[in-house]
């Protein structure tokens, strides 16, 4: 079986290569809640962490973002961070700033090279997503294109293109996280990663999401998604599996599928 | 999420109700190899055992068939024994009889009522499955029709029409068993489960065979099969995986499935 591939940063592959690499979520509100949450996170020993500052309440001020950013990097040391502001209408937390404040907060943050990775969402305005790029570019952080679907799991041919359309945007990482209501949704995301593993050229992120979904978070990798994000506190989508228990499944399955073509 | 039926036997759920049975198979050339291989296994403390007669070098003389399987009933006390002449052509070993003495060994093994369910193939003659199952009920065994393919995994409709046949011979359990050459392979195989799960009123029994088919043994139950085979001491059938490492796996997903829908 061939693994997916890893993330490279900074020219090296993401947690020495070992795929799927896990994620845990950094949610509070408080400066004190996100560093509390990041001590306990790195206690599981994630390869990353991302940090959802749509849930935090300084967002409104670009330096008290940057500076938290700066207090996360050192405090992660060689644990990279994934900075992330999710919208509400793809499951994120209502925040006081308009579109064009977040862009510039993100290219604040990408200029402080406090994080590695950011996360921008494919629905919003293709110049945002092209700002973006070349903001990460400039800075050496890697741009994850993301699309959600917090509803339903659309069908297999769409979810393909929504991994192309991320591809096309210019961004290094593509993920897709689609809700899954039945065992059939989980089933077409898994085929639609296997597919996109083989179209796209650039690593790809898969998860269903709510309860069902957590099987696509612990065996997701084995049909090409790269990241699987778990708890390591607190949760910050529905269906994230604790660490340990993605890390044991993952354990196992790697060890029954040893030589699988 | 609604959990794959329990197979009853007399009277009983299997395992205390508790799905997915582990089944662990018993695969000895010889009376003492296969007592010792019992007693490893038991001690995995597997749901049932199956005794693969066609590994026996005794299968000749159905004598000596039935009284070895009175010597494996005494030794397994309370766990159920599943009986099975798997054919060359369905991945069994060669033996020295024909099919109409295969059926009076099964005739002879039921009526000694030392196993508790019987594994006959769809692919022989319907009036053998039909001479089968009556023998079967006179004694209060469970018949399994089953159905494999160690070459490819058929298109899902075909799959499902083969848990059809099964249900329309008269079978209590029906097991579809198919090779996996890719991850569609398995893809293939769980959403026929799903469909067969649905359509049928007799519980099921599905697996993909090789190395990546170790998928579908350790999460098919959340598709609606109700047994995985699993290793207790030697392996019957590419990309079995041992007890505890099902056991390990199924309970994760329990705890992650917890109140899905």
């Known amino acids: 079986m061939r693994d997916p591939p890893a993330i490279e940063l900074h020219g090296r592959p993401l947690g020495g290569g070992k795929v799927p690499?896990?994620?845990?979520?950094?949610v509070g509100?408080?400066?004190?809640?996100?560093?509390?949450?990041?001590?306990?996170v790195l206690s599981k020993g994630p390869d990353l962490v991302e940090w959802r500052v749509d849930g935090f309440e300084g967002i409104g001020s670009a330096a008290e973002v940057v500076r938290l950013a700066g207090e996360l990097r050192q405090r992660a040391g060689p644990t990279p961070i994934l900075f992330t502001r999710r919208s509400t209408h793809e499951g994120g937390e209502p925040i006081p700033?308009?579109?064009?404040?977040?862009?510039?907060?993100?290219?604040?943050?990408?200029?402080?090279r406090s994080v590695d990775l950011v996360d921008y969402e494919l629905s919003q305005p293709a110049e945002n997503m092209?700002?973006?790029?070349?903001?990460?570019?400039?800075?050496?952080?890697?741009?994850?294109?993301?699309?959600?679907?917090?509803?339903?799991?659309?069908?297999?041919?769409?979810?393909?293109?929504?991994?192309?359309?991320?591809?096309?945007?210019?961004?290094?990482?593509?993920?897709?996280?689609?809700?899954?209501?039945g065992l059939d949704d989980v089933l077409t995301l898994l085929g639609a990663t296997l597919k996109a593993r083989q179209?796209?050229?650039?690593?790809?992120?898969?998860?269903?999401?709510?309860p069902l979904g957590s099987l696509a978070r612990m065996f997701g990798w084995v049909f090409g998604s790269s990241v699987t994000?778990?708890?390591?506190?607190?949760?910050?989508?529905?269906?994230?599996?604790?660490?340990?228990?993605?890390?044991?499944?993952?354990?196992?399955l790697r060890r029954a599928l040893g030589d699988a073509p």
């Open 97 to 112: 700033i308009g579109e064009e404040a977040v862009i510039e907060l993100y290219e604040a943050v990408c200029a402080s």
């Open 199 to 210: 179209a796209l050229r650039i690593p790809i992120i898969t998860m269903s999401m709510g």
């Open 130 to 181: 092209a700002r973006l790029r070349d903001a990460a570019r400039r800075s050496d952080v890697r741009l994850v294109a993301s699309f959600h679907d917090f509803q339903r799991t659309p069908p297999q041919e769409a979810l393909v293109e929504r991994f192309q359309a991320a591809e096309r945007s210019g961004a290094d990482v593509a993920k897709v996280a689609v809700m899954a209501r």
């Open 229 to 252: 994000f778990a708890i390591g506190d607190a949760g910050s989508a529905p269906g994230q599996v604790p660490i340990e228990d993605v890390r044991t499944v993952v354990e196992v």
């Open 29 to 40: 509100r408080s400066r004190e809640a996100v560093l509390e949450e990041l001590r306990i």
């Open 21 to 26: 690499h896990v994620c845990a979520p950094l």
